[in-house]
């Protein structure tokens, strides 16, 4: 048993929504400087259409999209800040409200926070998004758009697994709904 006074000295418990916080921010902001981190680099070593290294089946490939993903939306920077901008909000209600209780739900979130604010931070600053990890055959993307990605598909899996099973309220027992009211 402790006394009062180790009680007082003892710090306080590390609260649910506390550790939920950290991670959920804390993934967010690692995404956010991993991202401008690489875009950065390649931005300083590359020149836009450059790849390297040549002839192998993933290269870093210096290219930008003025659109959204799949090049759709090209020159629309206006409107892809603002849709950004409300992305960032419904993620943001998304985290506050998530749809399983598990730390699973506040990193997938927060990767798919750090992903979106990562390229709107492009978006802002040079109009347009750095893309570089190119596989033969699939679209130029960028750590911000595979953080989103395996952010959605950790939600998606993370609900399936950890989710709690709503189970369908039963009927009272009754008259049965085609009986005859009078008896």
Same mark, same amino acid.
């Given at each position: 048993?402790? %006394?009062?006074? /180790?009680? #007082?000295? #003892?710090p306080?418990?590390?609260r649910r929504a506390g550790r939920r916080s950290i991670a959920f921010w804390g993934v967010a902001a690692a995404v956010i400087a991993l991202?401008?981190? %690489?875009?950065?680099?390649v931005r300083a070593t590359l020149d836009v259409g450059e790849a390297w290294p040549r002839d192998?089946?993933?290269q870093v490939h210096n290219v930008t999209n003025s659109g959204a993903a &799949?090049?759709?939306? /090209?020159? /629309? +920077?206006? !409107? $892809?800040? &603002?849709?950004? $901008?409300?992305? $960032?909000? #419904?993620? *943001?209600? *998304? *985290?506050?409200n998530?749809? !399983?209780q598990h730390w699973v739900a506040s990193v997938a979130i927060g990767m798919m926070l750090?992903?979106? #604010?990562g390229n709107l931070i492009d978006r802002v600053r040079v109009g347009r998004v750095t893309d570089f990890v190119d596989f033969f055959g &699939?679209? +130029? !993307?960028?750590?911000?758009?595979?953080?989103?990605?395996?952010g959605v598909t950790a939600i998606i899996i993370g609900y399936l697994l950890f989710a709690e099973k709503q189970m369908t309220p039963r009927r009272p027992a009754g008259p049965h709904e085609d009986a005859p009211a009078d008896g």
């Open positions: 048993m402790q %006394t009062l006074e /180790q009680d #007082a000295l #003892a306080p418990p590390v991202d401008q981190l %690489t875009k950065a680099i192998w089946p993933v &799949f090049s759709s939306l /090209q020159d /629309q +920077t206006v !409107f $892809l800040i &603002f849709m950004s $901008l409300i992305g $960032l909000a #419904a993620i *943001y209600i *998304y *985290y506050r998530p749809p !399983f750090g992903g979106a #604010a &699939f679209p +130029t !993307f960028n750590v911000a758009d595979s953080s989103i990605s395996i």
